[in-house]
Structures are given as C-alpha cells and as structure tokens.
C-alpha cells in the first residue's frame, strides 16, 4: 500500500521542488506556424511506420496556442516548478543565423505566465528537436551541431536569463544515441551503433560549450544536464550475465555521466580508442566536466540484462509499444534485456520497480564523490486510462490508481533513501519533477502511451484532470501545511523578537511566497 499524501508530505524536506515536465514537440503543435523552421523530427515522424498508427506529432496537445490554459492548470495544481524545452526550431529555425521573433515572444509570453502564478521556470535547451539543416548536415555525428548548440544557449540566456530558475543544457543523451543513431527508432532513424557513436561526445561537448554560454552571460540561475539512469541487473548468476549488465551499464549509464561528472569516459571505453579519435581530446574533456549546480537524473526503470542476441534486444511488450519487433537487429547482438517475471508493468512494457530508485541514487553516490546536488528531473509511467462518466453531473473522472501508486512509491523510495541513515543518504536530493503535466506524442509510440496527469482527449483536445492529478495537489497542500506547523513550532519555541532559523526577517524579499517575484525561488 502506498503512503498517503500526507505521511508522504512529512518526509519532505524545506526546499524541496516539485514540478511537473514537457517537450516542446511533444505538445506544442502549431509546426508550421509562425515562421517555425522544421526539425528533424518532422520529417522523421511523416515516413510511414516510424510513429504507432501513423500518429502525427502536427497539433499533438496544442500547447502553442492553449499555453494560458496549460498554465492555469499548473496553478490549480499548485506546483513549485515547471520543466518545459524551448524549440530550437521554432527560435532558431535554421539552428544557425537569424533567430525567429515571433518563437522568441511565445516563451517570453509562458514565462511571464509562469511566474505571474507563482511557477519556478526551469528550461531545457535541447529535448530532441534539432533544427533540419543541423540533421541534414549530419547531426550530432557533425561536431558543428555542439557549436551550434552552444549559439542557442547565448540566444536563450540573453531573452530569458533575467526570468530562469534552472536552466538544463541537453536532456537524455543516451536516448538520442541509443535510439537515433544506434536502433533507428528515432530522429534521425539511423541504425548503424558503431558509426553512431561520435553523437555521444558531440551532446556531451554541446553541454559543455552551452553551459559555458550561459555562464558568459552570467545567468542568475543554475545550471544543469539531465540524462536518464537505468540500474543493470544481471539475468542471472552466469558469468556471461554479469558481464553483459556491466556492459549495459557503461553503453547506457556511465559512457554519459563519468565524463561530466568524473572528467573521464570509463576505462572499458578509453582502451577502445574511442575518445582520443577526436580533434582535441584533452580540451573537450575540460569543457565537459565543468562544475554543475545540479544533475539531473530521470529514473523510469530498472534493466534486466542478458548474454547473448535472444529473440529481440528488447521484450516482447516493449517492441510492440513501439510498433517495431527489432528482430533484424538481433542477430550477432552480444546482449539483450529480459523482461522481469512475475512484476507490474506500464503501457510501454517498462517494469515497475520503485526499490531501484534507491539503487539507482546509492550507485551515483558510490561512483561519484563529488556528486552535485541532484535533481529527479523525470519520473512517470504511461498506462492506458479508463474514462469515467458521471451521469448525475456529465462530468468525466479518471481513475488511474497505477499511475498514482506510481509516484507515490517512486518519489517515497527517493525520500527514504536519501534521508538521514538511508542508503543514498550522501546525495543531496533537491527536487522531483512529474513526466508529464499531461498526456501528450510521446515520440516512436504516438499517442498510446498516456503518461499524463492530465487527460487529453486528442479529438477534442479537451484536458481532463485525473486522479493522480489530485493526490499531487493533495500532496502539494499537505507539505505547505507540514511546512506551517513546523514553522509555527520554530516560532513559539524562539525567544520574543528572534527570527526563527532558515525564516525571513519582516520586509525581506521571500521570492515565489507572494507571488512570484524571484524566477530562483522553489
């Protein structure tokens, strides 16, 4: 049994964020207005049977032109944060040269939005749609593209760097690689893993080079990456099991973060020559493993890794969310990964393993001395969501327990085991972002994978708050009220005309406590 909002909400810390997560091109539609250039991804997701049914990403959830609506959901919601991605295209749409103004006014105007409701911004810079002419000149397998990115960046800091919180430089880039470049089940569609392998330093150097522009501009707010972790488990006690998950761990988990956050790729990969293949090996691992104020980790699942091709790299449940068997790319394969026996899964076939949460955040401490403080920047789970009507008020209600119980068990595991005495108690856990506000193109699976708090009937477009919707708002509420009774206690119990630790002095500046004045506070 889950906890409740409320034994949930004592185990808060101050400070503590809670936010919920977008894409840019997974809601916002409008792609062709507006003087958006096209992205990769727009081409890739009009070939027929790279997206499940034939699903179109062309007005998704219609974010661009319902933005007020979205937010005032985010009002009623009452989160601190909300984590969404600038599109590149739609600012920059060449990905070089002459930005788009009427792109630069849609985010200037959702800023503005945010932080008139009390809403802590935290912006990534790239979440996947690379500008066209970036793709078509190579993508992330040119050099360039990290240049190019670093140019978004200072574009980005001088339009917004007054309003931004937090600012996350490049989201997954395990995902790009794995999926882009390696399997070919995302934009760019390629499907060659050894040739491939240049995008992983290329997004790494991009981070680099776009922290670096921020920084020039000296943005007030902190800056980040965000990748996603996946513990590795062996399937079993053979040999050749073992060995296969500590090679998953270093291809999914390690090739990304040893680099920015240990300054160097892991051994297995550095004895492959990969590193030093590149121009300037020393001077790029430098401008990687710049100093972060925060790392983000999006943590979904565990992985179940085995010897061998197998039927398919991926289980059966997990091709089928993505329309694609993978059986081709079997034969030869050195690895794949197992499904879990007899353990819950999500629409997309993911195993829910809330325990992991823990491993995942003990591993990053143990491998990372100097580990910033860390940020769950993603953390959901897509299941098919059953529509309720009431009758007596024509009023629809959604019922999704799983996804609640979800959230509730994941964000409680997190809390636990980086509480005092836990067992990743050495990282300094800063916040939890939901994916997703709301149900939305969630890339190779289309619209069949609702991870959403929201419903969002893509008929109709018409948005639906669900039952996970509420708990969060509950959970919100209770922790303000945890908060209250603690500062109420700190109160009595200091002496008359002390202030109370951590409290503001009378007059002082209290940030988004009324109302939004400071982008950093959350």
Not at 209 to 221: E, S, W, Y
Not at 290 to 302: H, K, R, S, T
Not at 341 to 369: F, H, I, Q
Not at 463 to 481: D, G, I, M, N
Request: glycine share 10%.
């Amino acid at each position: 049994m889950h906890a409740s909002a409320k034994e949930l909400a004592a185990k808060i810390p101050p400070g503590f964020t809670l936010g919920v997560a977008t894409a840019a091109f997974q809601i916002e539609g409008a792609l062709d207005e507006d003087g958006r250039g096209k992205a990769g991804w727009d081409v890739f997701a009009a070939k027929p049977g790279t997206i499940v049914d034939g699903h179109s990403p062309a007005v998704a959830c219609d974010h661009y032109h319902r933005m007020p609506q979205d937010v005032a959901l985010m009002k009623e919601l009452g989160i601190d944060s909300y984590r969404f991605s600038l599109s590149w295209p739609r600012i920059q749409p060449g990905g070089s040269g002459p930005v788009n103004r009427a792109g630069l006014d849609f985010y200037d105007r959702l800023l503005d939005e945010l932080l008139e409701n009390g809403i802590s911004p935290m912006v990534t810079l790239y979440h996947w749609d690379t500008p066209l002419p970036l793709d078509e000149a190579g993508g992330w397998l040119n050099r360039d593209t990290a240049y190019r990115l670093a140019e978004f960046a200072a574009i980005a800091a001088a339009a917004y760097g007054d309003r931004v919180a937090r600012w996350v430089t490049i989201n997954e880039p395990a995902t790009v690689t794995t999926n882009g470049y390696a399997l070919g089940l995302h934009s760019p569609g390629k499907a060659d893993f050894a040739n491939g392998l240049p995008s992983v330093h290329h997004q790494l150097l991009g981070h680099g080079l776009a922290l670096q522009a921020l920084r020039a501009a000296k943005v007030p707010g902190e800056i980040g990456m965000t990748n996603v972790y996946s513990p590795m488990v062996p399937n079993s006690a053979n040999p050749l099991d073992r060995l296969s998950a500590g090679a998953m761990d270093v291809a999914q988990n390690r090739l990304y973060a040893d680099p920015v956050l240990a300054g160097k790729y892991p051994d297995l990969v550095r004895l492959g020559k990969f590193f030093s293949s590149f121009e300037h090996p020393d001077e790029d691992m430098a401008i990687i493993s710049q100093p972060l104020d925060f790392y983000g980790l999006n943590y979904y699942m565990p992985t179940r890794v085995a010897a061998g091709g197998g039927d398919s790299p991926v289980p059966a449940a997990m091709a089928e969310a993505i329309g694609d068997d993978l059986s081709s790319t079997t034969p030869g394969a050195p690895l794949h990964i197992e499904p879990w026996p007899d353990t819950e899964t999500t629409a997309y076939g993911w195993p829910v393993k809330p325990a992991y949460m823990a491993v995942a955040l003990k591993e990053m401490a143990e491998r990372y001395p100097n580990l910033p403080p860390v940020i769950i920047t993603e953390g959901g789970a897509s299941f098919e969501d059953i529509i309720v009507r009431d009758k007596s008020t024509n009023r629809s209600f959604i019922p999704d327990e799983r996804r609640l119980r979800y959230l509730s068990d994941h964000l409680g595991t997190a809390l636990r085991a980086t509480a005092p005495g836990g067992e990743a108690e050495a990282v300094d856990l800063r916040g939890y972002y939901v994916w997703s506000l709301m149900d939305n193109f969630e890339w190779s699976g289309g619209y069949n994978q609702p991870f959403g708090l929201v419903h969002v009937d893509f008929e109709t477009l018409e948005r639906t708050p669900k039952a996970s919707f509420y708990w969060f708002q509950e959970l919100l509420e209770e922790r303000t009220l945890v908060a209250a009774a603690g500062a109420a206690v700190a109160a009595a119990a200091a002496p008359r005309g002390a202030v109370p630790e951590g409290a503001a002095p009378e007059g002082a500046d209290r940030g988004m406590s009324d109302g939004g004045a400071s982008p950093l506070a959350g």
